[in-house]
């Protein structure tokens, strides 16, 4: 992802500078008179791309591509100038290993997300690109998942039990909710890797239609971290 948004940025600044235009990752401030944007500017922030940029088919399935790595920055439980501090800690997670750089509930101030909702927002947002995951898997504390899957009620699903609507956020933690019964995760750096990992492994073994919506590459690595992980369990 990192390599990817460096490799975006260099080329969006070679095809901007020619034109007289540069590429922003600012956050977006609110315009007052006298202080919004200067000149020709793009911000990663703009969703669609302004005129005359738009009227190229490559530069919009460029910008399009843009988008969907700005996406794996920004957790929607947050605001945009998360960015930034998004993009420093994946950084070091590539630089240093994500074992050695996890800190879980620590974040650098309040309007910030923790390493967990960082993680967390890197496969949510990664599974809802292959299938509805959010709406058919994940569960607030006092509810099930909004949609079925395939026309069917998850067998398995994720249950959020920290309030989210709390100031400062919580780190994230997830148990694993079935017909039969529910499973309770440990909070930790790892609680949201293994309660994927569960939940599709139990999806698995129910024989559920939607384990085989998820990407392979993923069910392939987890389905061992599972069974290894069936000790940690309480």
């Given at each position: 992802l990192v390599r990817q948004l460096d490799e975006s940025d260099r080329i969006w600044h070679q095809a901007l500078a020619p034109r007289g235009w540069w590429l922003t990752t600012e956050a977006p401030r609110q315009a007052y008179q006298g202080l919004g944007p200067s000149g020709q500017e793009l911000s990663v922030f703009d969703r669609n791309l302004p005129r005359p940029l738009c009227d190229e088919p490559r530069a919009v399935e460029l910008w399009s591509a843009r988008q969907k790595l700005e996406t794996f920055l920004l957790h929607p439980c947050f605001e945009p100038g998360q960015r930034g501090y998004v993009l420093e800690r994946l950084r070091e997670w590539r630089s240093i290993g994500l074992t050695r750089a996890m800190r879980y509930q620590v974040r650098s101030g309040d309007p910030m997300p923790?390493?967990?909702?960082?993680?967390?927002?890197?496969?949510?947002?990664?599974?809802?690109?292959?299938?509805?995951?959010?709406?058919?898997?994940?569960?607030?504390?006092?509810?099930?998942?909004?949609?079925?899957?395939?026309?069917?009620?998850?067998?398995?699903?994720?249950?959020?039990?920290?309030?989210?609507?709390?100031?400062?956020?919580?780190?994230?933690?997830?148990?694993?909710?079935?017909?039969?019964?529910?499973?309770?995760?440990?909070?930790?750096?790892?609680?949201?890797?293994?309660?994927?990992?569960?939940?599709?492994?139990?999806?698995?073994?129910?024989?559920?239609?939607?384990?085989?919506?998820?990407?392979?590459?993923?069910?392939?690595?987890?389905?061992?971290?599972?069974?290894?992980?069936?000790?940690?369990?309480?």
């Open positions: 923790t390493d967990a909702h960082i993680l967390e927002n890197l496969l949510i947002t990664m599974l809802n690109f292959q299938l509805d995951f959010a709406n058919c898997f994940l569960a607030g504390p006092q509810s099930p998942p909004q949609s079925r899957h395939m026309g069917q009620v998850a067998a398995a699903y994720l249950r959020q039990v920290t309030d989210q609507s709390l100031s400062p956020r919580p780190a994230p933690h997830y148990e694993v909710v079935t017909m039969q019964k529910t499973w309770k995760l440990r909070p930790g750096s790892s609680n949201v890797l293994e309660a994927l990992a569960l939940m599709l492994y139990l999806l698995k073994r129910h024989a559920s239609p939607s384990y085989q919506s998820f990407p392979q590459a993923v069910s392939s690595i987890i389905e061992g971290t599972a069974q290894q992980r069936h000790g940690r369990l309480y």
